[in-house]
């Protein structure tokens, strides 16, 4: 009797976790950006051979499109939870900063700031789906800013003559400049300084709003 020849599966392994390889796919993008980040690197970092790789997420611009899509869908989520959770816009405002600077500064000694601003502005310029993402995201941001700036203004907490738009505006500006600041170096102790600031200006330029909060 002829035994058949018993042929392993190419490709993606069985024990396969999409989630711990976009996480791990998007750390080495993080640190090196996507044109020094290798397909060598990527296999390392992921535990996956490059075949498993292209079969799994397509080329290395496919997965880098997807960590950024898993990183955006991440923030948001994460910005929407701080500022719905029901504690007063200030100390709301002030919390979103902190998170962002626990983010940025998650490995101490080369702070990273943030991953979208950080890599897909330099590719922003020749990759137009990229440029788009980068868009995409910041404008999702200010709308998690807008919404509770609309909030606030519906329930009494700001003035009813205040501008949700143009102070999610602001309050996305200040996440940008600590974001490209921390990975300039700044220290984490100035830039939450600074974020604490800011929130005191946005708050002044809020306006009081005259009439009691609606609510307990």
Known sequence: M???EIRR???????????????????????????????????AATGMNRPSIYGAFGDKRDLYLKTIDRYIA????????????????RAAL????????????????????CFLIGTAATEAARDLEVRARLGAGLR???????ARFRAARDSGEIAPSADPALLAE??????????????????????????RDAVKLLDASAGPSGRRPVGP
């Open 140 to 146: 999702a941001f200010t709308r998690a800013f807008e």
């Open 2 to 4: 002829v035994q058949k």
């Open 170 to 195: 602001m309050a996305g500006a200040v996440l940008h400049s600590i974001a490209l600041r921390a990975r300039a170096g700044d220290a984490r102790s100035t830039l939450k300084r600074f974020a």
């Open 94 to 113: 002030e919390r979103v900063y902190d998170h962002a600077l626990a983010l940025y500064f998650a490995d101490r000694d080369a702070p990273l700031g």
């Open 9 to 43: 599966p190419r490709g993606r392994p069985r024990a396969y976790d999409p989630e711990r390889a976009l996480q791990r796919a998007t750390e080495s993008f993080w640190r090196a950006g996507f044109a020094a980040t290798s397909l060598d690197d990527l296999s």
């Open 74 to 89: 991440a923030a948001r989520a994460e910005m929407a939870a701080v500022l719905s959770s029901g504690l007063p816009l």
